[in-house]
């Protein structure tokens, strides 16, 4: 017998309607989302509407719950902290020699946290940079800027010419990396 297949609305849900030699309705959500049912030949089109209707809520259900799991894993995944905070260590000691002097030649203390709304902050009463964990998935010469930037805090604590002036003295593309880092 060959596969009479049918596109349907039920409930709000498009699904579609495969008849075969089976003795009772059955309805799956596919990995895709979208909704299949099998029915018996001899099953009406009413009833199966009617089936694929009363289980409209928990079919709706299955769809978020696949939608969560696909945008988790097209998600960047973190790095741990440990390795996110030996990746910032080893930036951190690329730059520290040219702040040596400014910091009494003791580099700063690098912390990792979860932040969602700033990449780094810089705390210079405390001689600590503090750094986003999820930075740790960006490219590295977005964490260069980054740390960087952190680092001149030290010298500025503002935002002002003299500190973007010292920043671009030492990297000279970092409103490029800034932007790219904005971008992403
Ligand atoms: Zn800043």
Not at 37 to 64: E, K, T
Not at 144 to 169: I, K, N, R, T
Request: net charge positive; proline share 7%.
């Amino acid at each position: 017998m060959p596969t009479q297949l049918q596109l349907r609305t039920a409930g709000g849900l498009a699904y579609t309607l495969e008849r075969k030699r089976v003795k009772n309705l059955n309805l799956r959500v596919r990995p895709d989302g979208s909704v299949w049912v099998s029915a018996p030949s001899r099953a009406s089109v009413a009833s199966v509407d009617a089936f694929v209707a009363s289980r409209a809520d928990w079919v709706r259900r299955q769809q978020a719950s696949l939608r969560a799991v696909a945008a988790a894993e097209a998600a960047e995944p973190l790095p741990s902290r440990e390795a996110a905070l030996a990746l910032f260590e080893e930036v951190s000691a690329k730059f520290f020699p040219l702040f040596a002097a400014r910091l009494g030649g003791r580099p700063p203390e690098i912390k990792v946290r979860q932040m969602s709304s700033r990449w780094g902050v810089c705390c210079p009463a405390k001689r600590r940079i503090t750094l986003a964990l999820r930075l740790a998935a960006k490219p590295r010469p977005l964490i260069e800027y980054v740390v960087l930037h952190e680092y001149c805090h030290f010298v500025h604590p503002d935002h002002q010419a003299g500190f973007w002036g010292l920043v671009e003295s030492i990297m000279p593309d970092a409103k490029v990396r800034r932007r790219a880092l904005r971008g992403g």
